[in-house]
């Protein structure tokens, strides 16, 4: 009857109402019946990104009222959640795409189910339908009649001349002949008679050729056109599917989510009603009541408590009354005057006004004003970036070629700590790269050529000499779709953001003796690989099984960072990253190696050429036989290498803390 969300959310439902009950029978809730009702809000409104706040102002309230403590006052936050109840309005909502089981989903369909289907659509289609069936419009026949070269009348002759063909023995004429034959009438007639009968030969042939030329070549261009037309086909009925499949995704995610949403609200709508009567019940008014010669007594006020205090009220003859005051609740006081309080009335008297500041002591000195100096902090926060552009243009260029244009963008970040002591190290760096080539002629467009999100943190204790007990957290992927270009012929997504993504958590020692070198051995290393969308990208082309996102593996890594400076403009960077799997130690392993040279030719263009050299075991290529059929798969080495010139900005400086001298 429900499903197993919809039990989830039943109970809490259940639960928060016999909560509400709780708290008209006892004045306190107990501690951790707050704590779960707090944390559901927290979930929704604040911890995950994939539930966004329909209204902002509602999540400012209910953030103020997770907070209210350290507030003010609740009154004015109270007042909106409740208009916000009585119009019904939603307090959370999140896309379709982002909801996390999507292939649990029923109706959804997954991309190895899409790619299955696609199969099967082309079987049938070549069954189904053959490429001699289509038909040829008479344009294209007759296009290619006019386009055919023939044989003009005449001229058939050329056609012995070139050797296509031979005249028979029978139609032999001498190119000399003989006064014998010239001389003889029967001879004579003879060769008139034979070269008559060569004249005719030679038409036919003529003939003969030029239609045998012209079928052929009509052939070539029928059969060119219904390939065509047969794989355009195909490629339509394909694309209609995957047409169909991603709305028919869209709107089974769309009517999941909005149950989903649906049953959230209302669990949040129950919890937020806990929290505001638990909120309005402990909460308090702090009222300062000030008499004529600034005597301030302070009263708390709050539900359920009943509080005195006294004030005595003054007159500028100094005349003293005194009111009790009593709290009925957070918002209502009661004035008293004491018992056995009695008036009298006197006579207006002259009195004589008098400075009593006059016998104040004097103490308007000067005193001495602190001076302010910087203090060097334990932090070194710094990074790089440059910007690179590459054009060419060319129109009617005899030696060839294309234009093209490239640009690319490489951002460093870097923020580390380091005790004075050196006992201590936190080192966090950061890094995006990308980068897009349009280049000229048929294939005119934007493709993709590097494109690199990765954040490392390393945090180490000194263990003994140059050695440190180390612990890190590396995160990298990509943040646009790659694609095989041209796109055009190739639309299925290879990688995308988050698909993958790999995230490799170390513990081991790392050897730093000195600033510039760095290796970090990790034999207790976990490598996790993720694909956020698994109908947009197949994930099984990274290892990852069917129907699953994600997989974990162990393994020993090793880290080598190496910097040298060669001279004041030149300097050499490489990091080097190993992975060998526990599970096959012997035959899976992964490698990553950047090799960056950096040429600085003033203070804001600098030169740099990048080697990197990548082999993951997880990431498979098609293998293709002589006929071009697919035949399995392998890792393989990929080589990426870059050469720029461009602008570029450095900052690397020490956080300081400004301190002032008593």
Known sequence: MF?????????ILLFTGFSK????QNSVIEEELLRNNIQVLRSYFIENNNWHVVKKEVGTDVDALLHFIEDESLDQII??????????GNYVMRLPENVEDSLSVPGFVPYADQQMEVQIIESEYRASVKPEDITVPPAIIREAEN???????????RLFADSVYTFPEELYIPEVIPDSILNSPDMFNELVRRDSLRRDYIEEKRVFYN????????SRIVSVYRAEKYNENLQYRIKRYKDEVKLNNYYVLKNYNDEVVAQVNDSIKAVLNVLMTYADHIDTTRLSLINLYGEKEDILLQNGAERYSRIWLKNEQNDSLAVMVKNTDKRTVQMLIDDGVTFSRFKEKQTKDFDFESLKPNYNKFKSVGKSYELETPWNIGGDGSIGLTQTYLDNWKKGGKSSLATLMVLKGFANYSRKDGKVKWENSGEFRNGWIRPGGDESELQ????????????????????????????????FRGYKYPKADNPDVLSAFMAPATTYLKIGLDYKPNKNLSLFLSPLTMKNVYVRDTALVDQTSFSIDEGRKAFWEPGLNADLSYKRQITDDISYET?????????????KFDLNWENNFKMQLNSYIDMRLMFHFIYDDDVKFPIYDADGNKSGEEAKLQIKEFFTIGF????NKKVMRTHRIR
């Open 3 to 11: 499903s197993e969300k919809g039990k989830i959310f039943l109970f």
């Open 21 to 24: 009950l709780l708290f008209a």
């Open 79 to 88: 007042k909106n959640l409740n208009d916000t109840m009585r119009v019904n």
């Open 147 to 157: 386009e055919v070269r023939q044989v003009p009348e005449g001229e058939g002759m």
């Open 211 to 218: 239609d045998s030329v012209k079928a052929d070549y009509i």
């Open 448 to 479: 993709k050529n590097d494109d690199k999100f990765e954040i490392t943190s390393r945090y180490g204790l000194s263990a003994f000499k140059k050695w440190y007990y180390s612990a890190e957290l590396n995160f990298n992927t990509q943040i």
């Open 575 to 587: 990091k080097y990253k190993m992975f060998i799997n526990y599970k096959d130690p012997f035959k």
């Open 648 to 651: 570029t900005y450095k900052i």
